[in-house]
Every structure is written in structure tokens, then in C-alpha cells.
């Protein structure tokens, strides 16, 4: 056993797998992780292992640091962390083949863990690379053979599995799970009920993608891309929250009692997340039975958030009436709060008798008052921040101006709201658009005429946004590339580096589509094309049949004649094969010279070939000289000719 390449290739796979959680645990337990197995691989180099008690102290401080850096309140984190650390100190004391074999098992389980925080393309090709290096470390601790022929026959056997995997993936019931693990806190930056709409323009550093939308044929959804997603009705001088009474709302079902028109159907891809509210325009509904719509038409995930949800979604502009309660609801405001903006609000209102003309009104103060947008707004603290950014400031994002507005129109009596989802989205092919964390919008909805209706005094102080994504906004692109975090949408301007970039995500897109989205209604779906209306009888059918077909072909495979390493070995075989067909078997006991003499023997119109075959054994068996490659395709010859022969 060569322990030093064990302890080196399994230390690799290690730090690996710790680079893996790079964004999921604290960067010093990293460190000590990769300390662990670096000290691996430099005592493997010299054939040392660590003694026990210096294992065990190290090993208590080690899980000391755990607890303190990693803590207890995640519990996904803490397992994951805590099966790393013991693996890798098993592989520090590990001397016997039992104990690599142990801890080769141990890796197979730590591989798996990747997935509860990545499910990516690139991350399940890196992983499935390792799974076949480990199954070749497990192979070559119990064979004589080398390594590379170990990942060699490892690299065969998976992918002699990946056809039974796929139609078992394709075809297996899938059955929900009894029980399954807490969802690790997956998201980084996002949306929230909490949100302060002012502190949205942190998500713009966020290249993260959020969902993706598939446009239906014949129904092409028109710009502006309004995403909802929260409402935040209550506002408490500084920040718009979600009330309690909207937040009961939401268990409500969706309002039976609007008017709806103008529908368009498309089918949304989310990413998983931290937070279960959807993605969708106008008030909508979904007929996927793991999403929820609420009485305000916005949608709700059920279930598993750490998962991607592919569903679909039905979109529509809604006529209805507020009661007196819910006028009272989104017209409420803080006694006391922001006097300028309050004196400036009731002149507008006082000089226009309806909700539209104030709407215009509004619409044309943002206009002309020199108002600009900006991914770096100046800091506005203490009391009455709208004040400060309306009179002193006039330079912000989309929140700042959400929040000023649907203050306004409450000032005046028009029942407001302000709205946080995301606007625009990226086309990277005909009928897909792509949003990502920068497109983290926040704008009002205000009520009149039976309708809500977007307030969003982006679409004046920078109109431009309103088509496409924030990426594609040509006056702030600097700041935007600056505002990022390293990746590849930073460097986009070049051209080639855009264009890897758009290829990586459709690659991703067809993963995401095809695999990660794979569900219960997905596989029905499927069954009914290939079978129709037989596919509840059809379809175990077609399962017990083909996993039938399967072993068979693996006992028929497994009973095949075993081959020799020696193509020489090979060749003489395949001659004594022939031979047994024309009634002659050479004796187990010859020598390959001495069957060869019987078989002249007892065939003498062999002799011509069986000669010269004759003379290619005692040259690389006696005279040590190389089967080259003219010599295999001599013998060959031979051997086609002894079949061919009369």
C-alpha cells in the first residue's frame, strides 16, 4: 500500500471540500480545517502519524474553536462542520487499510454535504470528479493494480451507472420525504419583510441571481418588469414595514371579489433562498401546487426553501375596492414625522382635486426639481430623513423616492403602499429573462379609481431603467462595476469575458431547468406524454422491465471470460477458443509452445499460421523482445486466417 499517495490524494479531496464552504463558515475554522490537512499530507511525506495524545489535544481545541466560530444556532452548518473535522483527524491517525477504507466512507458522506448549500453545474461536475477519485482510492487499497488504473476502472464503473442512475431519476415515484434536515440559511443578500426600502441599495453590490422567467409563446410580457414580491404597508417615521394586519392577510385566501383582465401566462425559475415569498407580476396566482397566493395577490413558497422551484404563474391586471377599514389601513401615518414633506404634500394636494391630477403633479416635482438616481446615495440619519432628501439631498436610489412618495400620496388621503420586488431583467436568449440580486427595486402602489396603480418616480429621473436590467444602465455602468463584488458580471464590458459569462449561465439554465427542477409534477408530466392515459399501469411496467434488463446485463457481464493485462495472454487465449470449436482443447497443464505443437498436430492445416504465431511467442517470451504494435496486428492476422482456412 503506498500510504503516501492515499494520504496525499485523500488530504486533497479534504481541502476541496472545505473550499466548497468557502461563503458558508467562517473563514478561521477554514483555515483550521486546511491546517489539518496540510499536516496530513507533510507527515504522510515521511511515513509519521500523530501520536495520541497529541491528537486528542489538538482535537479538543479543534472542537473548542468549533462551537466559538461556527456556533450552535445553525444547525446544518454545525453538523457539516463537525462530520469535516472528525474526518479529518480519523485520516491523521489512520495506519491499516480497515482505517482508509473508513475514512474513504467518510468522504463519500462529506461530498454529500456539498449539496445542501451548492447544486450548481460546475459544483455537482467538480463533486462527481472527486466521488470517481474516491472510489478509485477505495479500489486501490485492496488491488495490486496502479493508481491511474484504479481511476481508470473507477471512471468506467460510473459511467456505466449514469444511464440506470438518470432512468431511475426519471422514472422512480418521488415520494416526499418523512423528515428532512432544517434548510441551511442559504441567501446572503435578499429581500425582507424588515427591509428598510432605503437599505435596498446594498443588494446592488449583488451579482447573485434570483429567478428566471420563461416567456410563454404568444404571450411575450411587455416592459416595464415590475417583479412583486413584499408589502410594506406600515411606516414608522424612518422605515416601511409589514404590519400585523397585512401579515394575517397573507393566510387569506386570494380575493374572490376583483375583476381581473389583461392576463399573461410564463413559467418562473426561483433559486433557492432564505425568505419564502415569490416572484410575479401584476396580482397573480399559480397553479403549482407547492406555491400559495395570498389576498393580495402576491405568491408564497411551500415547503423546502433550500431547493430551486420552477412554477407557473398566471398574471393579471385586478379591479377592486377597498373597505373602510383598508383605506384606513394604507392611509395610517406617525403623527409627528417629517413637517416639510408633510406642508409639501398638502400644497400639492390642495392645487388638484383628484388622485390623478396629484399623481401627475408628484410625477413632474421629481421632474423638475433637479432630483438625480444614484447607487451611492449620501447617509441620511436621525429624524426625518425624507426631509433631508427631498430639500437638501435629491440624490438616491429607489427606495428613497418609494418611500417619499407613498408618504405623500398619504399625506394627502390616497391609500399608498410601497412594493419591494425587483424591475427589469436580462435577456440572454428569445424568450428568457434573468434577474439578479442589483435588480432590487422598491416603488408604490397607490389606490384610486379601483385600481392599484405603480407610482415610480424612476420612470422620470431615470427613465432608461425602466427598460432592461440595472446592469445595462449606461450612466451609472462605472459605479455599477465598482459597486460589485469579484465576478465575472464585473468584467462584462469586455466583450469575450461577456460572452463566457452569458454561455456559463445558459449551460447553468439548462441544469437548472432540466435537473434541479425536476419534481413531482414535472415527472407526471412527463409520463403522460410517453404513456398517455396507460401511465398509471404502464409506467411501473416500464420500471420492473428495465431494472429487470439491467441485472440481467450485469450477471451476463460478470460472468464474461475475465481479460488478461498481457495482450499476448489475450491472443493465445483467443487461439485455444478456436481451437475448442474445431474439437481440440489444449491441455491446462502445456506450456503455450507445447498446445501449439499438439494443435499442429491434430490440425495440420493450421501449421502454415500456427509457425509464425509460434515464432512471435519465443521472441517476447524468450529473446525479451516488445509486443509492438505490427506484431499484434501480425497475430491478428494469423488468427483471422486460422478462421477463415479450410
Not at 482508509?100 to 463533486?127: A, D, I, K, P, R
Not at 431519476?169 to 425582507?192: E, M, R
Not at 396507460?534 to 475475465?562: D, I, N, Q
Request: aromatic share 14%; with cysteine.
Amino acid at each position: 500500500m503506498n500510504t503516501p499517495l492515499i494520504n496525499t490524494v485523500l488530504s486533497l479531496l479534504f481541502i476541496v471540500i472545505s473550499g466548497f464552504l468557502f461563503t458558508e463558515v467562517p473563514t478561521p475554522f477554514l483555515v483550521i480545517l486546511a491546517g489539518l490537512s496540510f499536516l496530513n499530507l507533510f507527515l504522510g511525506k515521511f511515513y509519521k502519524k500523530l501520536n495520541g495524545l497529541v491528537a486528542n489535544i489538538l482535537a479538543a481545541v479543534s472542537l473548542i474553536a468549533l462551537f466559538v466560530l461556527v456556533g450552535v444556532s445553525d444547525t446544518v452548518k454545525l453538523f457539516v462542520s463537525m462530520m469535516l473535522l472528525a474526518s479529518n483527524f480519523k485520516l491523521l491517525q489512520a495506519k491499516t487499510v480497515k482505517q482508509y477504507q473508513t475514512v474513504c466512507l467518510l468522504v463519500f458522506f462529506n461530498l454529500s454535504t456539498v449539496y445542501l448549500f451548492h447544486q450548481g453545474l460546475f459544483e455537482t461536475l467538480v463533486v462527481s470528479v472527486l466521488y470517481i477519485v474516491n472510489f478509485a482510492v477505495l479500489g486501490y487499497l485492496t488491488s495490486p493494480q496502479s493508481f491511474k488504473a484504479a481511476n481508470k476502472q473507477s471512471f468506467k464503473t460510473i459511467l456505466l451507472a449514469l444511464p440506470i442512475a438518470a432512468f431511475l431519476i426519471l422514472f422512480l415515484p418521488k415520494i416526499p420525504a418523512f423528515w428532512q434536515l432544517p434548510g441551511p440559511k442559504l441567501a446572503k443578500t435578499g429581500l425582507s419583510e424588515q427591509v428598510n426600502p432605503f437599505s435596498i441599495a446594498k443588494l446592488a453590490e449583488s451579482d447573485d441571481l434570483v429567478f428566471r422567467v420563461e416567456q410563454q409563446p404568444g404571450q411575450a410580457i411587455q416592459a416595464p418588469y415590475y417583479w412583486r414580491s413584499l408589502i410594506h404597508d406600515e411606516f414608522n417615521g424612518s422605515d416601511w414595514l409589514i404590519s400585523d394586519i397585512l401579515k394575517s392577510q397573507q393566510f387569506n385566501p386570494i380575493r374572490r371579489t376583483i375583476t381581473q383582465s389583461n392576463s399573461v401566462n410564463y413559467q418562473v425559475i426561483a433559486e433557492p433562498s432564505s425568505s419564502s415569498w415569490l416572484f410575479a407580476l401584476g396580482f397573480a396566482h399559480s397553479t403549482n401546487s407547492d406555491v400559495h397566493a395570498t389576498y393580495n395577490g402576491l405568491l408564497k413558497r411551500k415547503g423546502n426553501l433550500n431547493k430551486n422551484i420552477k412554477y407557473a404563474v398566471i398574471s393579471s391586471e385586478a379591479t377592486l375596492s377597498l373597505n373602510g377599514f383598508e383605506k384606513r389601513l394604507y392611509t395610517r401615518l406617525p403623527k409627528t414625522t417629517n413637517p416639510q414633506t408633510t406642508a409639501l404634500a398638502k400644497e400639492l394636494a390642495a392645487k388638484h382635486e383628484n388622485a390623478q391630477g396629484y399623481f401627475n403633479a408628484l410625477l413632474n416635482y421629481f421632474n423638475q426639481q433637479q432630483f438625480a438616481y444614484t447607487l451611492t446615495p449620501t447617509p441620511m440619519y436621525g429624524d426625518n430623513t425624507l426631509d433631508q432628501f427631498v430639500f437638501d439631498t435629491k440624490r438616491g436610489f429607489c427606495g428613497h423616492y418609494a418611500s417619499t412618495a407613498a408618504f405623500m400620496f398619504r399625506v394627502a388621503g390616497y391609500p399608498a403602499r410601497v412594493v419591494s420586488g425587483y424591475l427589469g431583467g436580462e435577456q440572454t436568449k428569445a424568450a428568457t429573462l434573468n434577474i439578479y440580486q442589483y435588480d432590487a427595486h422598491a416603488w408604490v402602489e397607490v389606490f384610486f379609481d379601483q385600481k392599484w396603480h405603480i407610482f415610480d418616480a424612476t420612470a422620470v429621473v431615470a427613465p432608461e431603467r425602466l427598460n432592461g436590467s440595472l446592469s445595462q444602465l449606461g450612466d451609472l455602468n462605472e459605479s455599477f462595476n465598482d459597486n460589485l463584488n469579484f465576478g465575472l458580471k464585473r468584467w462584462s464590458h469586455f466583450k469575450a469575458i461577456n460572452w463566457l459569462r452569458i454561455q456559463l449561465e445558459e449551460l447553468d439554465y439548462k441544469w437548472t431547468n432540466w435537473v434541479l427542477t425536476f419534481d413531482q409534477e414535472s415527472q407526471q408530466s412527463l409520463f403522460d406524454s410517453l404513456f398517455g392515459n396507460k401511465s398509471a399501469w404502464l409506467t411501473p411496467l416500464v420500471v420492473l422491465g428495465t431494472l429487470l434488463l439491467s441485472f440481467t446485463g450485469y450477471f451476463l457481464y460478470s460472468k464474461r471470460p475475465v481479460r488478461s493485462s498481457d495482450p499476448l495472454v489475450d491472443d493465445i487465449t483467443k487461439l485455444y477458443q478456436w481451437a475448442k470449436k474445431q474439437g481440440h482443447s489444449p491441455l491446462d497443464t502445456n506450456t503455450p509452445l507445447q498446445n501449439i505443437a499438439l494443435i499442429k498436430q491434430q490440425i495440420p492445416s493450421s501449421k502454415p499460421y500456427l509457425n509464425e504465431f509460434e515464432q512471435i511467442i519465443v521472441e517476447v517470451r524468450y529473446q525479451q523482445q516488445s509486443y509492438t504494435q505490427n506484431r499484434k496486428n501480425r497475430v491478428r492476422v494469423l488468427l483471422n486466417s486460422l478462421k477463415t482456412a479450410k
